[in-house]
């Protein structure tokens, strides 16, 4: 390397003007004289008035720092392992046919799958988040998991028309558990203009 070929690693610092012309001399960048040299100059803060119409954030509070992201549904080995059978398939669409998901508007959010417990069946999980712990005891009995499960699934996966239907038809069929509410019994002031008008 030659001496003409050398090249400075820390460049001229800026100089630093001053006067009128510059942004860090005399009133630096702040204005001045007009009418905030004259005397009485009491001018309206308007924007006082702006920034009272807007709403105060009220610190950590109930809503002020919610999450994007949209949490999953869960899902646990225990109901997979009472609701499936052995070498089912088990994707979003099949949760939500069988009624263990609810739909929106036709779509499931992202479910996840949790492995609090055992199992002994073997299934093939596709299209659903899954945990490690889960992960390993669908493996250890037998089943298998598509590699292509991202680890955290925030997208909604959208449902065909034809499993809410279905979901919908098992909705119908399921039996009615809440108990009728009883009917609200009429004003006496009703009841007794009923009875005169009945005399007359």
Do not use: Y
């Not at 009491?42 to 924007?47: G, M, T």
């Not at 992202?110 to 609090?116: C, D, F, R, S, Y």
């Amino acid at each position: 390397m030659q001496s003409n070929q050398l090249k400075r690693i820390h460049p001229n610092m800026k100089r630093t003007t001053v006067g009128r012309g510059g942004k860090r001399g005399k009133t630096s960048g702040r204005g001045g004289k007009g009418q905030s040299a004259r005397a009485g100059n009491k001018r309206r803060p308007e924007w006082r008035d702006i920034i009272k119409r807007v709403p105060k954030l009220r610190g950590r509070g109930k809503n002020s720092n919610k999450g994007f992201q949209i949490k999953p549904l869960i899902v646990s080995l225990a109901t997979l392992e009472a609701t499936f059978n052995t070498k089912d398939v088990i994707n979003p669409q099949a949760l939500a046919s069988k009624g263990l998901v609810s739909t929106k508007s036709g779509k499931i959010q992202a479910i996840k799958i949790l492995g609090n417990d055992d199992i002994t069946k073997a299934f093939t999980i596709s299209g659903c988040a899954i945990s490690d712990p889960a992960r390993e005891k669908i493996v250890k009995a037998g089943g298998s998991v598509d590699a292509s499960i991202p680890k955290a699934q925030v997208k909604e996966v959208r449902v065909v028309k034809a499993v809410v239907e279905q979901v919908k038809a098992v909705k119908k069929a399921a039996p009615n558990t809440k108990e009728a509410k009883p009917k609200k019994s009429e004003p006496a002031k009703v009841k007794t203009e009923k009875k005169v008008a009945a005399k007359k």
